[in-house]
């Protein structure tokens, strides 16, 4: 039997699970960046965050991270003690709403959870993490340029529209307004790049600032009267340009392993798969 910690503080779990993210960043990408921006940006208003570490006898064995309104996220979980960590989770969150992470683990934590609470299980997102290598800029009409907060106005319909398209099970604040979100990010110094063509916006690509020397493409989005020309492929080119450049040794992407199309591009571009991912949703009784 595994020892278990909640903890109330972020600051504090950080402090104790750091280690076990930063061992293999690659690999915890989502957790590293989710839990670098909320340490950066403290939200006192806003849901409980479920921080959860696991020891055998006195060593850390594993760590669970829940930021509402995302699903609780995987990849420190090992597999031997999912069952453990569902019994706590469930007892903090007993409605959770899903679970995302490498899908060993993430399928794992499911079976858990479907076993302690009869809850039905689907799949909302079947992922590919995939890491650039030697980058091949390809040979596209038009110029990339960083976007500024003026171009929220531009980005944030576009932001909408991708969400809907690619992200539609995520439950969304009704109130949240894409153009600030937006706005926000660029002063926050997440980089956003738009592909142009005679001076005419047409496909937009955003990275993470480096965190562990590590940055996350996402999302990348092209109207669909400007999609079939390579623009997709060039502004994410562009961005992974910017990434290297402001100190990022890993540039990474995830891609909807349903669009073989996305997943062509990519690889055409320098980007190699490194993992399988999934996000799988409960209904829970």
Do not use: K
Not at 74 to 85: K, R, W, Y
Not at 107 to 119: C, V
Not at 130 to 140: E, K, S
Not at 162 to 180: G, K, L, N, Q
């Amino acid at each position: 039997m595994a020892d278990f910690v909640v903890h109330d503080d972020l600051p504090d779990f950080w402090a104790t699970a750091e280690a076990l993210f930063t061992v293999d960043p690659v690999r915890h990408t989502v957790a590293l960046t989710a839990l670098t921006r909320r340490l950066d940006h403290p939200e006192h208003d806003g849901p409980r965050e479920i921080l959860i570490t696991a020891y055998e006898d006195g060593e850390l064995r594993g760590a669970a991270v829940q930021l509402p309104p995302y699903p609780l996220l995987s990849t420190a979980i090992p597999v031997d003690l999912v069952d453990e960590f569902a019994a706590v989770v469930r007892r903090l969150v007993p409605n959770l709403g899903g679970v995302n992470g490498d899908r060993e683990s993430a399928e794992a934590f499911a079976g858990a959870w479907q076993r302690l609470t009869s809850s039905e299980v689907t799949e909302a997102m079947a992922l590919r993490l995939h890491r650039l290598g030697t980058l091949v800029v390809p040979a596209v009409p038009g110029s990339v340029r960083l976007a500024t907060p003026d171009d929220a106005e531009l980005l944030g319909p576009w932001y909408s529209a991708f969400m809907a398209e690619a992200m539609d099970h995520i439950t969304r604040d009704e109130d949240a307004d894409p153009v600030v979100e937006v706005r926000e990010q660029i002063v926050r110094g997440h980089a956003h790049a738009v592909w142009e063509v005679d001076g005419a916006p047409v496909s937009w690509a955003a990275a993470s600032p480096p965190v562990r020397a590590m940055s996350r493409i996402g999302p990348v989005y092209t109207p669909a009267e400007h999609r079939g020309h390579g623009y997709a492929a060039a502004v994410t080119a562009g961005i992974s340009t910017w990434a290297r450049s402001a100190g990022a040794d890993e540039v990474l992407l995830y891609t909807d392993l349903a669009n073989p199309t996305s997943n062509g591009v990519y690889q055409r571009i320098g980007f190699a798969p490194v993992l399988d991912a999934t996000e799988l949703t409960f209904d829970t009784p």
